[in-house]
């Protein structure tokens, strides 16, 4: 089943404790992306990926760090997490180029940080 | 940069027809989707125009202006499942950056 996976779905942490939320594709997909969403907003942009390590910031960056190693999996990681972090976290993948921008959203995480 | 504006919430009847609009200021434009998105759960493609005009695909339509910078999703014959929110999005560049609008909730009532 084509899907993306992300884990773990919920985690309750406290403030300065690094954590890693893993995200996985099984899609061949070039395209991936790290989404937060707070209540009452839309999805916020964090961090993108064009290819193997190719990565590039978007609207909310701060606090966050990726990376891409390999062409299915795009972590984010949260070196120091403070409470403002808490949020509910989406990856998303999409296949790339100009027909190919239709994304995958894998199921969420909810992150508590205290 | 990019500015994407969409009402915050509409209400409708079981039944009825309803559209949700979406206006847009881009830089560039390489198309614009919607998404509905269920609460709890994750987004999920409805549609994408990149040239102007109306894309029907069953209930759900959607139309394009590029000269106003203005979308909408139609959406008929309503059911109970479809109260959601609805995302439109506009992709900046062929790259994989993405601007999405903070979502239209939908009530649909009996």
């Known amino acids: 089943e084509a899907q993306v996976t992300q884990n773990p779905r919920y985690l309750i942490t406290v403030t300065g404790k690094k954590l890693t939320v893993t995200c996985s594709q099984n899609m061949n997909h070039e395209y991936m992306s790290w989404y937060r969403q707070d209540p009452g907003l839309g999805l916020r942009q964090i961090y993108y990926s064009m290819n193997v390590e190719v990565t590039d910031k978007g609207d909310v960056p701060e606090g966050y760090k990726v990376s891409r190693k390999e062409k299915r999996n795009f972590p984010l990681i949260l070196e120091s997490p403070s409470p403002n972090q808490t949020s509910l976290y989406f990856c998303?993948?999409?296949?790339?180029?100009?027909?190919?921008?239709?994304?995958?959203f894998g199921p969420g995480t909810r992150l508590l940080v205290l | 940069g990019q500015n994407i504006d969409q009402p915050t919430e509409m209400t409708a009847t079981e039944g009825a027809i309803v559209q949700i609009n979406c206006t847009y200021q881009?830089?560039?434009?390489?198309?614009l989707f919607w998404y509905q998105q269920h609460a709890g759960e994750a987004p999920t493609f409805l549609s994408y125009?990149?040239?102007?005009g109306l894309e029907e695909k069953g209930r759900f339509s959607s139309f394009l202006s590029r000269s106003k910078g203005y979308s909408y999703l139609l959406l008929k014959e309503l059911q109970m499942k479809d109260s959601a929110s609805y995302l439109c999005a506009v992709p900046q560049t062929n790259a994989g950056k993405s601007t999405f609008g903070d979502g239209t909730t939908l009530t649909v009532k009996p």
């Open positions: 125009n990149v040239l102007d």
């Open positions: 998303a993948s999409s296949l790339g180029g100009a027909d190919g921008e239709t994304q995958y």
């Open positions: 881009t830089s560039g434009f390489n198309g």
